[in-house]
């Protein structure tokens, strides 16, 4: 029966207590992602594998860097800056320019995906936000208790 020693925890515990290795693991073994790991190393490289994956994406999409993403988060806030949602690292979208391809901000998917419906145009959006304000139908028809047929659909 052939035991699997995790390259992680072997190396932890074959340093000296003042923490300097006794011995030296080759290192493109180590790094490899089938190299034998515990579930905590595992899980530990999978999810710095996935950051290294979204800030290059980040660089090569859109040309920000991490240190440009951290300097933005710190200056706005990690929620979205159209309506304020708090999302996780994965739910903000990096929102650009179409037609220059300039990095504009940091969205949730919603809005983020709102703004592509409506193709970047600043005028669609002033026509929506006056539809909301002042809805057509609200014109036309008598005043009425819309609450009877609330939620319906």
């Known amino acids: 029966m052939v035991t699997h020693v995790c390259v992680d925890c072997r190396a932890d515990q074959l340093a000296d207590p003042d923490g300097k290795p006794r011995a030296v693991r080759p290192t ?22 996935r950051a290294r994956q979204r800030d290059g994406a980040a660089i090569r999409r859109y040309g920000v860097t991490p240190e440009d993403r ?16 708090v999302t996780g690292r994965k739910g ?24 592509g419906l409506i193709a970047d145009s600043p005028g ?14 609200q014109r036309v028809l ?12």
């Open 28 to 49: 493109n073994i180590a790094q490899h992602p089938r190299a034998p790991r515990c579930a905590t190393h595992a899980r530990a490289l999978r999810t710095s594998q």
């Open 124 to 137: 669609v959006a002033d026509c929506l936000a006056a539809y909301l304000r002042d809805p057509p139908a």
């Open 142 to 153: 008598k005043a009425r208790d819309w609450s009877a047929s609330k939620g319906l659909r």
């Open 70 to 85: 951290d300097a933005y988060v710190a200056t706005y806030g990690s929620g979205c800056v159209v309506c304020g949602h």
């Open 92 to 115: 903000r979208h990096h929102d650009h320019d179409h037609h220059s391809g300039a990095f504009r901000g940091m969205l949730c998917s919603h809005c983020n995906r709102y703004i």
